[in-house]
């Protein structure tokens, strides 16, 4: 690929060298803001990466090319510990993380410098900022790079937040946070900025349950509280060594794993023995809340890294409880390996606790035997247990055995029953994560108790409400997350906004033992491009971004000269700035991965409407989905995807360009494959060869009727390419530009279409609506042609005109082409001779007066039949007329335009001028005749189903 990589070096040069990348203040120009959501510094980016990325740039060169002035600034989001850990795999001499530094083009001289994790952002900025995004060709204002971790951005941070607390936004309370024992707490979300695995997982909030034995207690943690009165046995796993732990003045036994955890949430934890599950199995212990001894029994499904690693057992309610009892009781050798007598086994009755609609007296039992359950260990019993508990509660109420609580409501009773528990020393709190959790540093994240922890408080109901109006009025792809959004907006409650431990970030304003968290930090940055250009160049420093410079750029607060005095910054660049911020904000689109959904779109959205003002408030939101690996996402920490260098010399930029814009919709993923790259890379090689073919040719300045056909297209597809765009729909737009475009010319070639003018007009056309997903080979097929400047800084032209009449007869051409191909496949037809029979000029006149009462609004049957009979010459074909009138009325009703096309065109005339053509095309000899005239060659009387649009066809 070394001709396109020298060709889209050479433009990217060009681009450069012509400054089409700065973006500048003009009073004159409409503006357009756009942003790609910045990439987290963990590692190299991959193919997946510039889908999304792409699009933006492509979204960006469009508008420039419609008029806009435009602002496409870029960054890097390195809060967090992606850097570090990067650093510390370089200094342990990790092999693997070596190897994927080297493969990937790091010089080995460089390992030395990536031990410092400044210096790995450092690396990979300069990496995706030149490797990836320059290499693609993008047009971005590269003077206004910023990374999270800069001083200067630091700055704006800290503003920000010195407003949110203004706003009475910020609060502290105690949180348990998800946290790692090396770098201490993470956010885990599905952006997993801060993780390696575990984005979906949630804290979960169980109730442990104390059994009392002897002076000690078997704790289990249960997410459904109000099944106590249901508890007949306890499950432990045999295979697992528990321990004893001091909490307080008790002694607990729990999972290893579960006392780890505990240690975390509450203070004094201590461990002091373990003891094996299989000596736990016969033990009597006493239940809490129904005060009843229950046997400890064996069951493999008591995981010790899930709850406490101990379970209650309500086999009523819970599937997995039933269906381990069942098996249990049929199974008495296996009962006696574990010293349990069949009496025992036998005397546990499982007890109906809860009635639920639809269900008889064992809800668990009922779903077991629907569903065809017969052993434990079944995968369908985690969706058994979801429909029973999910029914339940919402539509169970408690029965007389459950003492106080009966004839409540499962969902009411549920945190009644556990209050009840913890008033009475019976129970007590635990929080977990739904799923494992991994730190990018590779450790365990388990949950932890903060006692002082800030959020930002996104469950503020008057801030909710403001922003969801202001939602509304935005444009938001795709139109399912418009709807959504604001029950995205509505579930948000307060966010942990901080973390202490060994992060890079900014430090909290309020109190810097703090460091805000890498979500938090990444909601106003789009305001903060138009500012970094400042700082890039210079003109400021950290030290003049106090508070004061902020609110006077940012929200237009204190008096210029005032502001100068105190910060040190000039008058003029004070007003530079804030001109810069009028005309650059709002942001018309910000996009992102379709995981922004749900975490930094609506913290984005309920920033901006907490600190600035109406008319910053941003525009529009664009989400794309993946390019995924086999089934998952592809991952940039994990190593698991084409490195970008490679692809691009192996295919090219804008091949990749155009594979993005045009495998398929932006809101659906796509499993990368390199055959499918393959293709668009020849498609584009045969547009070139097809351009350089056309310019390369005989031309002739005679005008044909085909010559009209041609540009009549491409203005029709320039205006619905610029409507496709409008709406960022850049798979339409690609079709059109790089497949139908490139059909009409190849038809153009074969009718014999050969004008210099006419081809120079349609490559004007055509080559300004490449530019915006393949910038390179426009180019260079624009200074091939011979068109001044660069098309990446021309303006699309406006639409011409579109001759309905020139495009009709084309299209009448190719359907006959069409009809007699199909006739030829059913048929197995080899002709030497086609005949063609046109219309007769009373079908025409027929339909002509159907459109005539079309338009007046008076067609029907009866009307045109009446019509038609009050003609004289119409008159004198009697039946067929009636019949025809029928036929009519349907065509028209369905095709009406093309059927005013055909009453308006000399078919006879046409097909006779193209009978040259269709002999060649068809490979036989072509006649031609109109159904009007006396003598014709028609020996099975096929002119008869002549209609205007549809000539009859005879094969011989």
């Known amino acids: 690929m070394s001709g396109y990589d020298e060709m889209e070096k050479r433009w990217q040069a060009e681009w450069s060298r012509m400054k089409l990348d700065n973006a500048e203040r003009d009073a004159g120009k409409q503006k357009f803001t756009i942003i790609f959501a910045y990439p987290g510094v963990t590692g190299f980016l991959h193919v997946g990466h510039l889908r999304g990325y792409t699009y933006a740039d492509a979204i960006g060169r469009y508008k420039r090319m419609t008029g806009h002035n435009v602002l496409f600034p870029v960054g890097t989001h390195a809060t967090g510990n992606g850097a570090i850990t990067l650093a ?45 995004w320059k290499r693609f060709g993008f047009l971005a204002d590269w003077r206004r790079f910023t990374c ?6 630091e700055k704006f941070i800290q503003w920000q937040f010195r407003k949110l607390n203004e706003q009475g936004l910020l609060i502290q309370k105690p949180y348990y946070s998800p946290a790692c024992p090396v770098h201490g707490p993470v956010a885990v979300d599905a952006s997993e900025t801060d993780i390696s695995k575990g984005g979906n997982a949630e804290v979960q909030e169980y109730t442990l349950l104390k059994f009392k034995r002897g002076n000690e207690y078997l704790v ?63 033990w009597m212990c006493e239940a809490p809340m129904i005060h009843k001894e229950v046997p400890v029994l064996p069951a493999s499904f008591s995981d010790p890294n899930v709850g406490s690693g101990l379970v209650t057992s309500v086999p009523s309610d819970a599937p997995d409880d039933w269906i381990s009892l069942e098996a249990l009781k049929k199974d008495p050798a296996f009962a006696m390996r574990y010293g349990l007598s069949e009496s025992l086994v036998g005397s546990i009755v499982p007890v109906s606790i809860i009635s639920i609609e639809g269900y008889g007296e064992f809800p668990a039992k009922d779903v077991i035997d629907s569903m065809g359950i017969t052993q434990p260990g079944d995968p369908r019993l985690d969706e058994a247990k979801k429909q029973v508990y999910k029914d339940g509660y919402h539509m169970g109420r408690m029965k007389d055995v459950c003492g106080p609580f009966s004839g409540m409501r499962v969902e009411e009773a549920k945190d009644k029953m556990k209050q009840a528990m913890l008033d009475a020393g019976e129970a007590g709190i635990f929080y977990d994560l739904t799923e494992e959790v991994v730190c990018r540093c590779g450790m365990p994240v388990r949950v932890k108790r903060v006692d002082d922890q800030w959020f930002i408080d996104y469950g503020n109901d008057d801030l909710t409400e403001r922003t969801s109006e202001h939602c509304r009025g935005m444009e938001i792809y795709p139109p399912e997350f418009y709807e959504n959004v ?27 033992k703090w460091t805000i968290e890498a979500i938090s930090d990444s909601t106003l940055y789009p305001l903060y491009y138009i500012i970094s250009l400042y700082a890039n160049d210079g003109r400021i420093s950290p030290e003049n971004m106090t508070e004061e410079f902020f609110d006077h750029v940012a929200l237009g607060k204190g008096d210029v000269t005032e502001v100068s005095k105190n910060t040190g910054v000039p008058e003029n660049i004070l007003n530079d700035i804030r001109g810069d911020v009028e005309y650059w904000y709002p942001l018309d689109i910000n996009l992102g991965g379709k995981e922004h959904m749900t975490v930094h779109f609506p913290v984005y959205l309920f920033n901006h409407r907490a600190i600035l003002p109406d008319w910053m408030q941003p525009k529009g939101i664009l989400v794309n989905w993946y390019i995924t690996g086999k089934k998952n996402k592809i991952s940039k920490s994990k190593g698991g995807a084409q490195p970008i260098p490679g692809a691009v010399e192996q295919f090219g930029v804008d091949a990749l360009r155009l594979y ?23 498609r584009l090689d045969r547009i070139m060869g097809t351009v350089g073919e056309l310019l390369s040719s005989d031309q002739s300045d005679e005008k044909k009727d085909i010559d009209e056909w041609l540009i009549s297209r491409f203005n029709g597809y320039s205006a619905s390419i610029k409507a496709a765009m409008d709406r960022y729909d850049l798979r339409q737009a690609a079709t059109a530009v790089y497949f139908e475009m490139l059909n009409d010319i190849k038809w153009y070639g074969r009718r014999g279409g050969n004008s210099k003018a006419a081809v120079r007009e349609a490559l004007r056309i055509w080559i300004p609506l490449m530019a915006p997903v393949t910038p390179h080979i426009a180019e260079e097929m624009w200074s091939l042609a011979g068109f001044g400047g660069l098309v990446s800084s021309s303006q699309l032209p406006a639409a011409g005109p579109v001759s309905g009449s020139a495009e009709y007869r084309e299209e009448f051409i190719r359907e006959v082409m069409s009809d007699i191909s199909q006739i030829r496949k059913v048929t197995s037809a080899d002709p030497k001779k086609i005949f063609l029979y046109t219309s007769p000029s009373w079908k025409t006149n027929v339909m002509r007066m159907g459109l005539e009462m079309m338009d007046s609004g008076t067609l029907d049957i009866p009307s045109l039949t009446k019509r038609c009979m009050m003609d004289e010459e119409l008159r004198k074909n009697g039946k067929a007329v009636t019949e025809f009138v029928k036929k009519a009325v349907t065509d028209l009703s369905r095709a009406t335009g093309s059927k005013r096309d055909a009453t308006e065109t000399d078919e006879y005339s046409l097909l006779v001028s193209a009978k040259g053509f269709l002999e060649e095309e068809l490979g036989a000899k072509v006649e031609v005749f109109s159904s009007d005239s006396g003598s014709i060659y028609d020996p099975q009387n096929k002119s008869r189903a002549a209609v205007p649009g549809r000539p009859a066809i005879y094969l011989e």
Request: contains cysteine.
């Open 660 to 682: 993005y814009a045009h495998i398929a919709s932006m809101f659906v993923d796509v499993e990368w494959n390199e055959d499918s790259v393959m293709m668009y890379r020849q």
């Open 88 to 132: 510390s795999r370089v200094s342990n001499k990790d092999p693997d993380f070596i190897d994927y530094l080297i493969r990937n083009g790091c010089p080995e001289e460089k390992l030395e410098d990536l031990k410092d994790p400044m210096k790995v952002v450092d690396y990979f900025n300069t990496v995706y900022v030149n490797d990836y």
């Open 148 to 153: 999270t971790v800069y001083p200067d951005y």
């Open 220 to 282: 289990a943690a249960t997410l459904r509280p109000e099944t106590v009165y249901g508890q007949v046995c306890f499950w432990v796993n045999p295979d697992v060594e528990y321990v004893r732990i001091k909490n307080g003045s008790e002694t607990w036994i729990v999972s290893k794993e579960a006392a780890e955890k505990l240690q975390l949430q509450i203070d004094g934890i201590t461990v002091l023995s373990a003891i094996p599950g299989k000596e736990m199995i016969g």
């Open 486 to 512: 604001h029950s995205t907006l509505n579930w948000f409650r307060e966010r942990a906004c901080v973390r202490q431990g060994n992060w890079l970030g900014t430090k909290f304003p309020l109190d810097e």
